[in-house]
């Protein structure tokens, strides 16, 4: 059972800037007094009334927090401290400084295969870990994979966000539709029992949309991209598949595979070539390729604006559902709530909205 600190929060750190929004709350850095360290303080408003839509409820936090405490890797974000109070919950995390692994990327010239197989391996070494735990990150994509630091001679990929992620227990059957329609399995879309496999797919788009700045399924509507996904319809168009290396695509066709238990694992990910060359040939093949940087700038442009875009757009309707609020309080919550990025949320399917809103178990 994790353990919950009552302490107020404040009289053992000092609490600074906003870094980050998530759907429940805000990531602030915090400096605990006592040492003068800098950390990061996730605060997730909690949900007070059944009924109520507002805030998550503790359960919900309760997960996170033992699944963040079994973690204990390079690759994943530690895990401090934890405090309860009546209407909040604030998990002290490990400060990551050096912003989005795509938002670096997305500063560079150039990159070739090779340099980006190094940010790939740290991925894949803090996946294999999770999955030995038997547990599975369920919202792996390009906001939830940053750097430790900017610059430092080692750049540190970091897993963060751990709140739709799940311990698996022995023979017992999980089934869940939350996720980011671009980056679902479409075992999650169907509504089937799940199982780590599912990251390992989102990795195949995560790796696709790295190489050629395309995101392989993603339609003109949310139904279309999970249309696309259940299909398994994508393809590697020449057009930005140029400076791709045919070992690459292999490693990205062995993801994006329908049938879960035939998906490669973490583990075999490691172990492909692209990963793990053993040839001087496949060494010279990842050395000669280069990832399509242009597109690449171009999809991570448009990731960032829609970001924004949907923070705005969700603002404007909670604003507006102030109108029908009977409590003052859930208007107090609401508007507390707007200061939140919702990513995604204006055009998800009722069937598919991103954050725990149908898990079953
Ligand atoms: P969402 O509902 O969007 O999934 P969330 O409420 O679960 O979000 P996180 O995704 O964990 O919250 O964090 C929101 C943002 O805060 C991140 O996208 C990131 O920018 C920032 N952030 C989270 N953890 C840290 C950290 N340890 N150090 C620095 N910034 C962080």
Request: with cysteine.
């Amino acid at each position: 059972m994790a353990v919950f600190k009552s302490d107020i929060v404040e009289d053992l750190y000092e609490i600074g800037e906003v870094l980050g929004s998530g759907h429940f709350g805000q990531v602030k850095k915090v400096r605990e007094r006592a040492t003068g360290t800098s950390w990061a303080g996730k605060f997730l408003k909690i949900r007070r009334k059944g009924g109520s839509l507002l805030g998550m409820d503790r359960t919900s936090v309760e997960r996170e927090v033992e699944i963040l405490q079994a973690l204990k890797h390079p690759n994943i974000v530690m895990l401090k401290d934890v405090f309860e109070s009546r209407s909040e919950m604030v998990l002290v995390l490990e400060l990551i400084s050096g912003g989005e692994l795509f938002d670096f990327i997305a500063e560079k010239d150039n990159l070739l295969e090779t340099e980006a197989i190094q940010f790939m391996k740290q991925i894949l070494e803090g996946l294999r870990f999770m999955h030995s735990n038997s547990i599975a990150h369920f919202d792996l994509k390009p906001e939830n994979i940053m750097l430790s630091e900017k610059v430092s001679p080692q750049l540190n990929v970091k897993l963060i966000d751990f709140g739709l992620a799940y311990r698996f227990h022995q023979g017992e059957e999980y089934k869940s539709t939350s996720g980011t329609p671009q980056y679902v399995a479409p075992e999650v879309i169907s509504f089937e029992p799940l199982s780590t496999a599912a990251d390992m797919w989102s990795i195949g788009v995560i790796t696709y949309i790295l190489l050629s700045g395309m995101s392989p399924f993603q339609g003109d509507t949310d139904e279309e991209t999970l249309r696309n996904v259940v299909a398994v319809h994508y393809e590697f168009e020449d057009h930005y598949f140029k400076t791709t290396s045919s070992m690459a695509k292999d490693f990205i066709q062995k993801l994006l595979v329908k049938d879960s238990r035939e998906r490669m694992t973490a583990e075999e990910c490691l172990l492909h070539p692209w990963i793990k060359p053993i040839t001087r040939k496949q060494v010279a093949n990842r050395n000669r390729s280069s990832i399509n940087m242009r597109n690449f700038k171009r999809f991570n442009a448009k990731r960032k604006w829609k970001m924004s875009y949907n923070m705005v757009s969700v603002c404007n309707r909670l604003v507006n559902m102030r109108l029908v609020c009977k409590h003052r309080s859930d208007t107090d919550l609401l508007q507390r709530q707007c200061e939140s990025d919702v990513e995604d949320s204006e055009s998800n399917p009722s069937s598919l909205l991103r954050r725990r809103l149908s898990s079953s178990s």
